[in-house]
């Protein structure tokens, strides 16, 4: 019976769809199929999954020591919780939507906050608050694929529910801070700027006295300053003061070249929004975070923010660019038609953090997660079974080869997987109860008992 | 600034573009959403999470510990791949299947193999064979959710490639058996029921002389004979034989009451698929494999397997279903155009797996990941986040609460987490550099030092 048969006698969609599924089926088995990966998605091969899960172990590390619980949600998610928050791009340009066999309007997560929020406001009455909340969730969003941005990638997201305080701003900054450490980046391989969109709106409105369609045009040119030249800004920021550009540009010109919060303008200075950002910044100088810049330019894309925002750069100009960042955001659990509780959350993106350690020469050196390769010399399957079991029950990991391959062979497959040893086993090894086990790397032999290898293998 | 605005003024759709999409955006605003997932999903709360995490651990120890090591690769896959193998039912009605916005047939993947088939076949070259490969993912089918069948679970994936001896298929079931073993399940808590689809062939055509057609009607009554009455099966089995009933059904009956090898009609007993199995057997019989039985009736719904199938039972009355299976699929990696390279693998599922432990108790008792909680009392706020960041540095997981709720309500906390001890910081504490650390469990008390603290913790 080949494969084409059991298709046809399994199927039970009447005659006539079975004949053309049956056709199809021909088609498909007679040409070869692409062994490429989705557009904008990558394989994970061992060398490259080992690299991810250290990335993920210190995600795991650091959100687990702030006392956050590991979440998981279903990637599918309707459609609607994107397209009432995430902002108008990521919802209706980049989210992978479709409509389910049901009829319902569904969309693989292109983020998790929504997720989280809307698993919170389920559980509103239950959970005991403030709610410390993690996940390590793959997301997909339509896009360019480039280098640093794929179509799936996966995030860490640490949120905070049901803190108001300065102090859950502090914590989540905190964790990011952290997470950079803990790879070993020292604090002049990136900066962490701050800002706090209630700033945004003051400046706006009173520093600068523009009006909601001033305004708005004016928070775009911000987010775009560096990316354009100085008198490009200068420009186009006249354009929008309009008849007021003399002293508009006056007023932009002191806002911008403050380099800290005391370089303020004065009306600036002494808003609230700046003394709540005062207070964040010596919560964590205290708590030693250094790398930490005050940013008036900071407006991150996502328009769920209601308070503070900040964003983690790189330092190195080969990789300048935006690693992660996060915020405050009250009004997301509110939309579930919950009490609003006031949320903080920062995401990481294990792409971005890779490029990171890439550059910064951080990725830790990769072996395999087995132990031991056992090599099998002669008519001594059975032994060779009872050996690997052995080791496998005192916690080694062993990867047994039956086959008769050529020795040569086999110690090349031994360095391509990237196992630290290798153990022979022969009839007069099984005799003795002594075996040979090679060290890769420094090419030495020992001959050891099974109670010898495994210790040395647990130290 | 609201939400609304901000919306807006990132639009950059045209103007009538913007506002359809403003007012949608109101409409969304002013409507609650629903916070329940997507039909057929879990959201995995913490508690429920933490269940998972055990169930993951296991199967990442047990893999590891047989040599197989990690991979992964995207959810979404182009459709083809699984219309070609999988089996109709599985790629054309359970698919979540649609057209991305680059016109491409994708599908969010309903199981790993032909995923898995493909990333060997673009590396073809460069691995090393045989190649023992494994994934936990997460995977997708349209199905009537209920109990124990959910529209997206996660899968341990165990494959091993390049080996078509009998010692591969061995060693597929071997991990199968050391899964259950390592989760705490004795030997008569599930059975292993062997077949081979190469048996099942030589039965039809050689044994019972069916032709195609009628083959294929019969390995579809098999399928279904634990289902239907015996007096059903022998009714449709005579029909399918027509003519030949008598001598047909006096065939079947002295196939299907052998409950070992050695009792099948002679002319199977001595075919060359038989001995196969009895050599799989002999190995697994030798590797302490209990839990065996041939069973010629088990046919494994998916259409790619080409030798040696398998299914794992529970055999409690309670919960007495198939609980995950699996196979030689040696066709596979050819369909992406290389070479055929020999397969075999098996797939747990873990919703399969938590009912499994539920029903036999087997689940381990839950607690937080979080070690400590720390209850600030007074005014102590800077000392205590000095005291959670010694802590931490220590490897300990600490909550640190800053918020002024009053002590009962945070105890209750604590308690709602599982967090299993609580220690308390006042101005008296910090003088002295002696914290009380109280253990929920057992209401126990005791006065210690950091050091002490952590020594107690770790150990």
Redo the contacts between chains.
Sequence with gaps: ?T?L???????N?GPRGCNK?AK??KL??MK????????G??????E???V??YIFSVWHKVA????Y??????????L??F???S???LA?EQT?S?????G?L?A?RPEMTPTVS??V???RQ?????A??YSIA?V?R?ERPQRGRE??FWQLNVDIFG?D?V?AEA?IIMVSDNVMKEFGAKSDDYIIKINNRKL??FV?AQYLGLD?TQ???M??LFDRKNKISEQDFVDQAGEIFGDQSVVGLQKINSLLKATSMADLPEEVRNSSSVHEIQALFTLLE???VKSLVFDITLMR?L??YTGMVFEVFDTNPENSRSLFGGGRYD?LVG????EPISAVGVAPGGTMMEYFLEVHNLLPESR???DI?VAVLGDV??EA?NLA?EL?SA?????????DRKLDKQI???L??A?PYILFIGEEEVKAGIYTLKNIASAQEKKLSIAEIVELIKE
């Design positions: 019976m494969a048969d059991i298709v046809f006698f399994r199927c969609i599924l199809m089926t498909y088995l070869a199929l692409s062994s490429q990966p989705y557009k998605t990558r394989d994970y091969y061992p490259d999954k080992r991810q899960n687990k020591s702030f006392g619980e590991e979440y998981g949600a279903s990637i599918l998610e309707p609607e919780i397209v009432a928050k902002g108008q791009e209706n992978y479709f409509t389910d066999r049901g319902r569904v693989i809307r698993m406001a389920a559980r239950e959970l005991a608050y403030p410390r909340l793959n997909m339509y179509r799936e803190d305080s102090n914590e945004i709106n706006m909601v305004a708005q045009a928070v775009k205290r708590a030693g894309g328009d769920y009004g939309m579930f038609g919950a395999s997660t087995t390769y399957a059975r079974g079991r496998r916690g080694i990991n062993v990867e047994l080869n039956m086959s090349k497959n031994v391509k997987k196992i």
